[in-house]
T-cell receptor, first 111, second 114 residues
Framework: EAQVTQNPRYLITVTGKKLTVTCSQNMNHEYMSWYRQDPGLGLRQIYYSMNVEVTDKGDVPEGYKVSRKEKRNFPLILESPSPNQTSLYFC??????????FGPGTRLTVT | AQSVTQPDIHITVSEGASLELRCNYS??????LFWYVQSPGQGLQLLLK??????LVQGIKGFEAEFKRSQSSFNLRKPSVHWSDAAEYFC????????????FGTGTKLQVIP
């Protein structure tokens, strides 16, 4: 089954404790993206990747890091999380035709 | 910079009534436009997309959208709404040119009443 998986689905952490949210897709897609969703703000793109070792900033990259060492994986790293990063995070992947497939989401709470 | 405006935060329609959700975009070249739906507690699912060609595009679940360049709009329509259509709907624009900077609107929450 074609899918995008994210782990963990729920995470509660404390300010400053480094964390990684994993994202994996099994569709051999070149493009992958991370978004955050906040009430009233819709989805905002954090980072995107056009292929292995090729990444670029989206609209809200501050406080986040990404890496793309393998085509199927695109982890999101918060090196020093802060409460304003409490949000619902989505990973997405697509082929060159832009049709994005979204993961189920990761709800992150930073206290 | 590209942007998307969904002017209606919340819309309520009766089951069986027609629906139109508004979307206005700002983009310098020919945009790639999308509508996604998000059911409560779920991820996003693509309803339809426009890249070029026929300005009226058909999607899944009986939805359609019309691209109007002169009005910078890409409104979503459905002739008869079902209770299962209650969800949040997002319009999005993507930059052309081989990379995927995508900008979403803030969403329109649809409530369907019997």
């Amino acid at each position: 089954e074609a899918q995008v998986t994210q782990n963990p689905r729920y995470l509660i952490t404390v300010t400053g404790k480094k964390l990684t949210v994993t994202c994996s897709q099994n569709m051999n897609h070149e493009y992958m993206s991370w978004y955050r969703q906040d009430p009233g703000l819709g989805l905002r793109q954090i980072y995107y990747s056009m292929n292995v070792e090729v990444t670029d900033k989206g609209d809200v990259p501050e406080g986040y890091k990404v890496s793309r060492k393998e085509k199927r994986n695109f982890p999101l790293i918060l090196e020093s999380p802060s409460p304003n990063q409490t949000s619902l995070y989505f990973c997405a992947s697509s082929s060159a035709v832009y049709e994005q497939y979204f993961g189920p989401g990761t709800r992150l709470t930073v206290t | 910079a590209q942007s998307v405006t969904q002017p209606d935060i919340h819309i309520t329609v009766s089951e069986g009534a027609s629906l139109e959700l508004r979307c206005n975009y700002s983009y310098g070249a020919t945009p790639y436009l999308f509508w996604y739906v998000q059911s409560p507690g779920q991820g996003l699912q693509l309803l339809l997309k426009y890249f070029s060609g026929d300005t009226l595009v058909q999607g899944i679940k009986g939805f359609e959208a019309e691209f109007k360049r002169s009005q910078s709009s890409f409104n979503l329509r459905k002739p008869s709404v079902h209770w299962s259509d209650a969800a949040e709907y997002f319009c999005a624009v993507a930059s052309s040119g081989g990379y995927q900077k995508v900008t979403f609107g803030t969403g329109t929450k649809l409530q369907v009443i019997p």
